[in-house]
């Protein structure tokens, strides 16, 4: 029987597809019992982790579909490592809630955001899991710690308000995922960002540590 690398945080059981995780989850910068924190399960989407992935390392959908107003170029913030990815994001949503957030891509399949909503922080983590071949399902663990003197009401006040602005952005998102196509030699200098995300994920480690007790 092979049994895969597991720890649990921040309320989830998290499995590594190998023999030794390449990475370790990582922390937020609070305690748990200084925050209020939610947990959510999706239904399945019919799409690839790491596809869901390369719609948010696609810089140029923060403008179109989400019509983010952006104080700088995220592209120039770029960060690429062996085992994650990522950008800085502060922008405007929609003349509404300004985002100043830390986002990064951890293996291919975890989505990680750290910063401030409105001058507010909070995190929003969304691991996929993988249910089938060609299929995904978000798991979003989101939070935020609670002020000097604030009350556990307030505090999910401002969660509603966090949950609002992040679903909006997944709202449009979904309807576009299903229909991403990606061929070689079509992309841009505009899609720089996901270029190297696409070189990224075809660079990263495949195994199969329990093929031998799969039937």
Do not use: C
Request: charged share 25%.
């Amino acid at each position: 029987m092979f049994r895969f690398p597991a720890v649990e945080r921040h309320g989830i059981v998290w499995a590594f597809n190998g023999e030794e995780p390449l990475f370790d989850i990582p922390h937020l910068p609070y305690p748990e019992e200084e925050m209020v924190v939610r947990r959510t399960v999706l239904k399945e989407m019919p799409v690839e982790p790491w596809l869901v992935q390369a719609h948010t390392m696609d810089l140029q959908h923060l403008s179109l579909p989400h019509d983010f107003t952006l104080d700088e170029d995220p592209n120039d913030s770029v960060r690429v490592g062996p085992y994650s990815v990522g950008f800085d994001l502060r922008a405007r949503l929609r003349g509404g809630p300004h985002f100043d957030v830390r986002v990064d891509i951890h293996g291919t399949n975890i989505f990680w955001q750290t910063g401030t909503l409105d001058g507010r922080w909070f995190f929003w983590i969304a691991p996929l899991a993988i249910p089938g071949p060609g299929r995904s399902r978000a798991t979003f663990v989101y939070g935020a710690r609670r002020e000097d003197g604030e009350d556990t009401a307030a505090t999910e006040a401002f969660l509603d308000r966090a949950r609002t602005a992040m679903m909006a952005l997944f709202d449009d998102d979904t309807p576009v995922l299903g229909t991403i196509r990606f061929r070689p030699g079509l992309l841009t200098h505009s899609d720089r960002t996901l270029a190297r995300y696409l070189e990224y994920v075809r660079k990263y480690p495949r195994d199969n540590p329990a093929r031998a007790f799969l039937t």
